[in-house]
């Protein structure tokens, strides 16, 4: 699976964050990257080449990237294995907004069962069968949304593999499982409906559903907070990259949510009458998957970079960052002013900076798609 | 999409690893797969994996919550000399800067590599009197050859107790404009899956041995900090970081350690050590595309980064930082993750935070705080502080 080196992405990108990328390219050779690498991708060299000139660090957007969805009502999304939990709340939320919703789902009892929650005045609900590992049944459902709405404005990567296994003690297929589906399955969505969004120019999102375990490995499962840690950096990474662009990105961490029994507030989980074994029943004690979905909802039309729902996990998390600061070096002699210069385009993030202006500002809900 | 289906799999664990394992982590494992129903979990792969079959009389009981350890993990390395050490991709770079601090150190070592002409332009740099150096050709993707890249170790020096996960790959790709697919499956297996590769063979030989081991991973301040517009390299050193971060959960009450080097600036080029020009380099100078700077490198030299690694890996720190300079930035990070829990109007209510009870702290970061409260004389010195 290629493509054309130029997409419209280069295009529609500001010029100051291939400026950066240029930059900073330089600069990776000494941030922990082996040259044996290096020299496979690397053309052989044959006459050497006078050192580009690097060009100056170009303007960096003063203000958080806008919400290029701020107005959900007509639009489409793609919810990837919708038909039941955290996606279903979240496609239920989408249409109850009233976007078009597409539901990527793999197992048919599951999906006649969630087809009927729908409200009956819907903009729009559409089922696909679909597993997020086939990049080119990621091809084949853009045409099919395109051909049945027109246009794809906001995909969320829901699908997840649950597994808890340790990664010291995964299996290859194991291991390359949970990594193709909550890791490598985003980066084939981007593959695929990137250029679509660009093209249509009417705003896109990415969503990505994590976990509060992919800010804070807590579980003694490895395989799943590892993949879920990296879901977490995909996510941070594209908003850098789309940051001067109409694509919005989020990453949602919730923490405990009913997936098992319960579809809404009170509505028993039709196909979910029995646990699989050796899964403790929480009942309704966690949050409702549709108030999740309505928290995932408000998060996209603010264009959140972090969706996170469950506040408890706060000061886990802050223990998890204290210790990252605590590792930090004293400085024993001063750091040559050179290397802080060559380092400049990389020892901050202004993602970052802007976010925590963005969220300064007071919310009247958490909820609300409005 | 991978080789998966061709690949065998690891190496049977021996029984060794659940006995020598605190019995507080097994149950942890237990329970915190129950927590991870609502955890973000799509119930769309649960079922694959999960037998279809209802437990009869309904959902077991949760067990209390078993006791955590005290204090950090010992180091289980905390003296080197006589150790065998293998770090992937050290015929140059970070990686060589390692390999001589470890052979400097007294240890065995064990070079990965591909390049013959970097490996011969390499091993001269080792002093005459070594303890051991054993070059292994070695693509880290490859699953079959780390099975041999062990036996070979053991074939030559008998065991092996410190395994550094340094091999990298670096891209310019974007994830938003990536030239192939490809690109990014080939940076996650280097970057990101070659780690747990090397754990599936090497802990139950670490195990087994009982002398104590270590897995460091070279990741990147990239992967504390995506400052850089280059998402396959910062979203996988970003993954491998929180692979350590894993690991040191699961392998806490083990004499196993676990360490994610998160480098800045390393002057990689050029330069072997403060002051020896690099041979290799100096003959084979980077694409026009990868500019060589003029005059004084400005970065660290690697082989101070690989004595700080080392220094590190003696007192188990579970993320090894040398660049302060990028702190404040990655503290900006987590602001930003921090300021993103929404202020509510009522307090979650009390059944769910009990029922997420085992997952709402990570015991390690706590130790890791108290660990790092320890007074250290030198960062960079081989030998623990008497």
């Not at chain 2, 921090?338 to 706590?366: C, D, F, M, N, Q």
Request: contains cysteine; positive net charge; glycine residues 10%.
């Amino acid at each position: 699976m290629t493509r054309k080196k130029s997409t419209p992405a280069t295009v529609d990108r500001r010029q100051f964050i291939g400026g950066v990328a240029l930059g900073t390219g330089t600069l990776l050779t000494g941030l922990g990257l082996s040259q044996y690498a290096n020299a496979q991708n690397a053309a052989p060299a044959s006459a050497p080449t006078p050192p580009p000139v690097r060009p100056p660090m170009p303007p960096e957007p003063k203000v958080s990237q806008p919400p290029p969805l701020k107005d959900l009502k007509g639009k489409v999304a793609y919810v990837t294995a919708g038909s039941d939990g955290i996606g279903l709340g979240i496609a239920r939320a989408a249409s109850n907004a009233g976007m078009k919703v597409v539901l990527g789902y793999r197992n048919e009892e599951r999906l006649k069962a969630a087809l009927p929650l729908f409200k009956a005045d819907n903009a729009g609900v559409h089922a696909i069968k679909h597993d997020v590992t086939d990049r080119d049944g990621w091809k084949a459902l853009l045409d099919e949304i395109a051909g049945k709405y027109g246009k794809l404005h906001l995909v969320v990567n829901n699908a997840g593999v649950k597994t808890l296994r340790q990664a010291s003690q995964a299996k290859y297929d194991e291991w390359d499982n949970a990594v193709a589906v909550n890791v490598t399955a985003i980066v084939n969505s981007v593959f695929v409906c990137l250029p679509h969004m660009l093209k249509h120019g009417e705003g896109g999102h990415f969503v990505t559903t994590a976990s509060m375990g992919g800010l804070l490995p807590g579980v003694n499962a490895g395989v799943y907070t590892a993949t879920k840690i990296a879901a977490v950096g995909v996510m941070e990474a594209l908003r850098v990259e789309l940051e001067t662009t109409n694509v919005g990105t989020s990453v949602f961490c919730p923490g405990g949510v009913n997936t098992d029994n319960y579809v809404g507030t009170g509505e028993p989980n039709p196909a979910r009458k029995n646990m699989p074994a050796g899964m403790p029943n929480f009942g309704a004690a966690m949050m409702d998957p549709l108030e999740a979905g309505e928290r995932v909802m408000n998060g996209v039309v603010n264009n959140d970079l972090f969706i996170l729902s469950h506040s408890e996990f706060k000061p886990g998390m802050q223990e998890r960052f204290d210790s990252i600061m605590a590792s930090t070096p004293p400085v024993e002699a001063p750091i040559p002013k050179e290397r802080i210069e060559f380092e400049a385009r990389v020892i901050r993030c202004g993602i970052y900076e802007r976010e925590v202006e963005h969220r300064k500002k007071k919310r009247a809900s958490y909820r609300t798609t409005a | 999409m991978s080789k998966k289906d061709s690949f065998p799999q690891p190496p049977a664990t021996p029984d060794r690893f659940a006995v020598e394992r605190r019995r507080f982590l097994q149950e942890g494992a237990l329970y915190g797969g129950g927590i991870l129903a609502g955890l973000g979990l799509s119930r769309y792969a649960v079922a694959q994996t999960q037998p279809a079959t209802p437990p009869a009389g309904g959902p077991p009981a949760r067990p209390p919550l078993p006791p955590e350890p005290k204090v950090p993990q010992p180091a289980p390395l905390r003296d080197l000399k006589g150790k065998v050490a293998y770090i992937t991709a050290s015929s140059d770079g970070i990686g060589l800067g390692i390999a001589r601090a470890a052979s400097n150190a007294g240890m065995k070592v064990c070079i990965g590599y591909r390049n013959e002409e970097r490996l011969k332009a390499a091993l001269p740099l080792f002093k005459k009197d070594n303890a051991g150096i054993l070059p292994i050709k070695h693509d880290v993707t490859d699953r079959d050859a780390w099975a041999k890249v062990l036996e070979q170790i053991k074939g030559e020096f008998g065991k092996l107790h410190l395994m550094v996960n340094n091999a990298g790959s670096k891209t310019w790709a974007k994830l938003t404009d990536l030239p192939s697919i490809a690109e990014w499956d080939n940076a996650l297996a280097v970057n990101f899956t070659a780690t747990y590769n090397s754990v599936a063979v090497m802990l139950p030989h670490f195990l087994e041995h009982g002398e104590g081991g270590h897995f460091v991973v070279t990741s990147s301040m990239s992967g504390l900090l995506p400052g850089a517009n280059l998402g396959v390299y910062t979203a996988t050193k970003i993954g491998v970081v929180g692979l350590i971060e894993a690991l040191r959960v699961e392998l806490e009450g083990t004499t196993v350690g676990t360490s994610a080097f998160v480098p800045g600036g390393v002057n990689t080029d050029n330069y072997l050590g403060t002051g020896e020009e690099n041979p290799f380099r100096a003959a084979n100078p980077p694409p026009g595309n990868f500019p060589r700077r003029n005059g004084p490198p400005p970065g660290m030299d690697p082989l101070e980064a690989g004595e700080r690694v080392l220094n590190g890996v003696i007192n188990n720190d579970l993320f090894i930082v040398t660049h302060p300079e990028y702190m404040p930035g990655t503290k900006v990070r987590f602001d930003a993750m921090l300021a993103s829990e929404p202020v509510e109007k009522t307090p979650p209510p009390e059944a769910r935070v009990k029922g997420e009870a085992r997952v709402l702290h990570a015991g390690i970061y706590k130790r890791e705080i108290e660990h790092r409260k320890k007074k250290r004389k030198s960062f960079r010195s081989v030998t623990l502080d008497t």
